[in-house]
């Protein structure tokens, strides 16, 4: 199974504030990383797809980047409502994992 | 929109079977695949399961291989999860999520499932 490593597994930070989240595969995926949002007691919420794929609705100061083994998901001007607990998930082969997640406070 | 809606979630005794649903708007079931993604109490995601929308395909997470079993109902927008032999770990919210591919792009809101004697 591949394993995926993401960190750190917390920060704070303030509004303004540029925020990078990373994300390792225990072997090489390709391109074959989701990024999840994930806010108390709701579902969670798909931001970027295939590494780099911003999916539809979701603000631009969202990007992804990678690819191989090594991801990052970047946050370019942290908003309140971004604060929240962020997933990688590999997609690349079964079974599907997550990462462990990163919670993001405020500072 | 696609909506997602999970139902029989509950509390069993270790040991105990139980089976969830999943009703999915027609959209949902016409080209994706459909998983299942659990959390247990104040822990990460995991993925459970998923299923090509033929019913052709289906891939299981090692922990519950064996215990469940995951199907699909076209002619009634149904996904369902069979759960047996449950242990006090399979406790969670299980979330009912669709996508074109492997990824999760909807999510219902979830149905607890409580293992405890």
């Known amino acids: 199974d591949i394993q995926m490593t993401q960190s750190p597994s917390s920060l704070s930070a303030s509004v303004g504030d540029r925020v990078t989240i990373t994300c390792r595969a225990s072997?090489?995926?390709?391109?074959?990383l989701n990024w999840y949002q994930q806010k108390p007691g709701k579902a969670p919420k798909l931001l970027i797809y295939a590494a780099s794929n911003l999916q539809s609705g979701v603000p631009s100061r969202f990007s992804g980047s990678g690819s191989g083994t090594d991801f990052t998901l970047a946050i370019s001007s942290l908003q309140a409502e971004d604060f929240a607990t962020y997933y990688c998930q590999q997609s690349d082969s079964a079974p599907l994992t997550f990462g462990g997640g990163t919670k993001v406070e405020i500072k | 929109e696609v909506q997602l809606v999970e139902s029989g979630g509950g509390l069993v005794q270790p040991g105990g079977s139980l089976r969830l649903s999943c009703a999915a708007s027609e959209v949902t079931f016409s080209s994706y695949w459909m998983s299942w993604v659990r959390q247990a109490p104040g822990k990460g995601l995991e993925w459970v399961a998923n299923?090509?929308?033929?019913?052709?395909?289906?891939y299981y997470v090692d922990s519950v291989k064996g215990r469940f079993s995951i199907s699909i109902d076209n002619a009634k927008n149904a996904l369902y999860l069979q759960m047996n032999s449950l242990r006090g770990e399979d406790t969670a919210v299980y979330y009912c999520a669709s996508a074109p591919g492997w990824e999760q792009l909807y999510w219902g809101q979830g149905t607890l499932v409580t293992v405890s004697s």
């Open positions: 072997q090489s995926i390709i391109s074959y």
């Open positions: 299923i090509k929308q033929d019913g052709s395909e289906k």
